[in-house]
């Protein structure tokens, strides 16, 4: 995965952005912009990671942007550990990249951060992946297994290898459920804790890997390994979606980027981009 910001028209570096914006108001507050086109446009500073978060909202930028008059401004960020710190400190008006279990466990975390769920845009399932093996059923004993190091995505990973017979999770382990929450673990496999970010690089050194829909996409693990099983997407709670800093929620110009995120191009731009790996959701607010 490439480490450095890509810099392209329209997206500013989260370094200058933090510099340069942390002062500004709510994005119904900003001073509209003066576009090419002689129009004013209300700017939103939006951080995601590279894929498929930030080529959504390029889409949108490029495609449908203008007539809502937005001008975005995408911030990539390539791990999970910055987006909300910047959206909390004021660095962006919204970021688009976790689901509602990671912002929670963010929160729990972080009690000072006050930050609202927008809705859900989309759901990418998570996958266990593997360079060596071919189907669930090689997992052999002693195996290692990387699984995100989170404990939203670490929760996700371990109920897909529950489902998949690997390791049986406690009644009630729930979506945050953690290594002791394993009651029984038959082939005594070995978890390996890896930032979610490195999964795919990881898939080198350990047997299989249960890998974030992003960052297997970001790396091209369709086409170098093999995919030994999904996750469940019917009724999941982990749609990605659209956040702001609470009070935001309402604002006139993140309310357009909200319709425009669930609109039948972006629908079809998803469906069309990543065939059925990257799924549009209807929406949601916060629960």
């Not at 937005?70 to 987006?83: A, G, K, M, R, S």
């Not at 995919?227 to 604002?251: F, M």
């Amino acid at each position: 995965m490439n480490s450095e910001l890509r810099k392209i028209s329209g997206v500013l570096g989260a370094a200058a952005l933090a510099v340069g914006l942390s002062a500004c108001g709510s994005p119904s507050e900003q001073a509209a912009e003066e576009d090419s086109g002689g129009g004013d446009r209300t700017t939103l500073r939006v951080g995601a990671t590279p894929v498929p978060h930030a080529e959504v909202l390029r889409f949108v930028q490029e495609e449908l942007a203008a007539d809502a008059g937005l001008n975005i401004q995408i911030v990539e960020f390539t791990d999970y550990n910055q987006p909300n710190a910047a959206l909390a400190e004021g660095e962006i008006d919204a970021n688009y990249f976790q689901t509602k279990p990671f912002l929670a466990d963010y929160e729990n975390g972080n009690p000072d951060a006050d930050l609202t769920w927008v809705s859900d845009i989309h759901l990418e399932a998570f996958g266990l992946y593997s360079e060596s093996l071919e189907e669930v059923g090689d997992i052999e004993r002693g195996a290692e297994i990387a699984v995100p190091s989170d404990a939203s995505n670490m929760g996700r990973a371990l109920n897909l290898l529950d489902a998949e017979g690997v390791i049986t999770l406690a009644e009630g382990a729930g979506e945050t459920a953690g290594e002791g929450d394993i009651e029984e673990n038959p082939k005594d496999v070995e978890l390996v804790p890896v930032d979610a970010a490195q999964l795919p690089r990881s898939l080198a050194d350990v047997d299989a890997a249960v890998v974030n829909g992003n960052f297997a996409l970001e790396a091209g693990l369709a086409e170098s390994a093999n995919a030994l099983a999904w996750e469940e997407t019917e009724g999941s709670p982990y749609g990605n979606g659209l956040v702001v800093p609470a009070g935001q929620e309402d604002d006139e110009n993140i309310a357009k980027l909200d319709e425009l995120l669930h609109s039948e191009d972006v629908r079809a731009f998803m469906e069309e981009e990543w065939n059925g790996v990257v799924l549009p959701l209807e929406g949601g607010g916060e629960s």
